[in-house]
């Protein structure tokens, strides 16, 4: 004898009519996933685009400014200012463009979770030599024209992020890739892995904003450029340009989290 217990679904279903205007719910939800994924699939593409060309953009206008205004790059030069303009080059180069590219590797790279894993490790590490290079231009271009080192806000920020930034790849490194830990401590590690990231990707984007002000102010302080400059104007454009950067490149890493949280709860 057939049950006449029906289903969920088949309840759905059946209180479906024509007069609603719209299709099964049964059929509906396929649709929805179906429709759905290529318009999210396009918004993500276009999210990703934008942010890699604004990272370029931004690696070549810190370029652009050290060269065309600020007269070339140096690391030995009787003018000393053509040392000191390594340092944002390699900064703005290192930790904010290839740190973004490297916090969006698991949205943007392909292929297994262990290659992904890699190419995240290997711009991380990338983006610290270039840090810590950018570093030692700037100390080097301090005590070369006799200048205080460590004073500022901008030189304790940036120390700052570049230790931080040291120390998260390293156990990153040791609890995520070799010798790596057991899968319990790897998943209780994840979550502050994520957020001590992007705390340290926030201090990176703080410290190059105080340090383009910081130049930008020693410059209009000495009457070297004006106020209103064609160059005064150009640093503000690019400050403003990291400022889109970072918001974008959070929420995408987030969006990434957030969806892997999801999975997983299924």
Request: hydrophobic fraction near 50%; proline fraction near 3%.
């Amino acid at each position: 004898m057939a049950s006449s217990r029906s289903t969920p679904q088949h309840r759905l279903s059946s209180s479906w009519s024509p007069s609603d205007g719209l299709a099964p719910p049964s059929l509906m939800r396929g649709g929805h996933k179906q429709r759905g994924r290529r318009p999210a699939a396009s918004a993500a593409a276009l999210h990703m685009g934008f942010i890699h060309l604004l990272c370029c953009a931004a690696a070549l206008g810190v370029l652009y400014w050290c060269v065309s205004f600020r007269g070339g790059l140096a690391w030995n030069a009787s003018n000393k200012d053509l040392i000191f303009n390594v340092h944002p080059v390699l900064m703005v180069a290192g930790f904010i463009v290839i740190y973004s590219e490297a916090n969006l590797a698991y949205k943007m790279v392909g292929g297994t979770k262990s290659y992904k894993k890699l190419v995240h490790l290997v711009l991380q590490g990338a983006a610290l030599v270039l840090g810590c290079i950018g570093v030692i231009a700037a100390f080097k271009f301090h005590n070369e024209k006799g200048i205080d080192n460590l004073y500022s806000l901008h030189s304790w920020l940036g120390m700052l992020t570049i230790v931080a930034f040291a120390v998260q790849w390293l156990v990153g490194f040791i609890v995520f890739w070799y010798p790596g830990g057991a899968s319990y401590t790897r998943a209780r590690m994840q979550p502050w892995h994520v957020f001590l990231g992007l705390f340290i990707y926030g201090l990176a984007l703080t410290s190059a904003e105080t340090g383009l002000l910081e130049k930008l102010t020693f410059l209009q302080s000495a009457k070297l450029i004006s106020r209103f400059g064609t160059e005064a104007m150009f640093v503000n454009a690019l400050g403003l340009s990291l400022v889109v950067i970072g918001p974008l490149v959070i929420w995408a890493t987030l969006d990434h989290e957030v969806r892997v949280a999801q999975l997983i709860d299924k």
